[in-house]
């Protein structure tokens, strides 16, 4: 499976943004696809994740409430719309591909077929 991730740019604190993430490629029953982000000097870290088949979703708790992780199987497109960003949301955003995601953990070795990522940008 390939990734390729969309969307990315600079907003102002408290703006919304909605990243794509174009899947290609063979899809697997058991694909899922994840959200990832690395902050300036920091280290990848989970952001959410979902079952292509199922739909189930999981995020980190922290962030659960400004994003939502969405597919569109047809169009072999996964989102993740995120709202009332913030400066502490600044950095590149990756989509990554896991399999059976009820076993999957968040941390990112369990993922990989990562994308080139998409700059956010949150000013103040």
């Known amino acids: 499976v390939r990734l390729a991730e969309s969307g990315g740019g600079l907003v102002q604190v408290g703006e919304s943004l909605r990243l794509s993430c174009a899947v290609s490629?063979?899809?697997?029953?058991?694909?899922?696809l994840g959200w990832f982000r690395r902050a300036p000097g920091k280290e990848r870290e989970f952001v959410a994740a979902?079952?292509?088949?199922?739909?189930?979703?999981d995020y980190e708790d922290s962030l659960k409430v400004r994003f939502t992780i969405a597919r569109d199987v047809s169009r072999n497109a996964g989102y993740l719309q995120m709202n009332n960003l913030q400066p502490e949301d600044t950095g590149i955003y990756y989509c990554?591909?896991?399999?059976?995601?009820?076993?999957?953990?968040?941390?990112?070795?369990?993922?990989?077929?990562w994308g080139q990522g998409t700059q956010v940008t949150v000013s103040s």
């Open positions: 990554g591909a896991t399999y059976y995601l009820e076993s999957a953990s968040h941390s990112e070795r369990d993922f990989g077929s």
């Open positions: 490629g063979r899809i697997l029953r058991s694909f899922a």
């Open positions: 979902i079952d292509w088949r199922e739909g189930n979703t």
